[in-house]
């Protein structure tokens, strides 16, 4: 099943996409699994919201499992992968859930980049006017982006690998309450 995406969500990936690595650059660059996970799990955050759970007794960073995240969460690897095919970087999907290097890992843990991110990629959610779903499937295509970007130095069947991973977490974790006023 084909995901129809809009010109708007498709625009807004690039801004996501950009603003993470304005965000996560360190003095010696970019850290390519961790600007990678970073936009899985904020993709996933976003399908997260989406599903409007009641947490309360729920603590930041516990796992919640819902129907909702199964059925919906295939769609952010179905998004990047479909991306990923147009611009020409073909996925191996025997590659599926190889061992990661520790040096691909995300240097980040979960709460830390949604705390980071969240703040951020508000003013654009608000901007193009998303639901909390359009922001997700957007972030999924921010997530392709991050992949293509990131291909010279990591393998994109690693990165595709640590995006699921990030996907699942971000749809099946819960989020930290962040302050996303804006001047």
Sequence with gaps: MMINLSKQQTDAAQEFAQVT????KMPEGVHPGTVV???ARMAGTYLFRSFGHKLSGIKPGQ??????????WPKLIQITGDCLAKIGIEIDNTQAGIEIDPKHKPML???DTQKKLEPIYAPIKER?????????????VGTALMILHAKDFLNPNIAFNI?????VEGSKTAPEQVDISYK
């Design 37 to 39: 996970a970073a936009t």
């Design 109 to 111: 843990e979960f709460l």
């Design 63 to 72: 796992f919640v499992l819902s129907v909702q995240a199964n059925e919906q």
């Design 163 to 167: 995006a699921v991973y990030g996907f």
């Design 21 to 24: 690595i304005d965000t996560l």
């Design 128 to 140: 193009y006017g998303f639901s909390y779903q359009e922001a997700a499937y957007s972030v999924a």
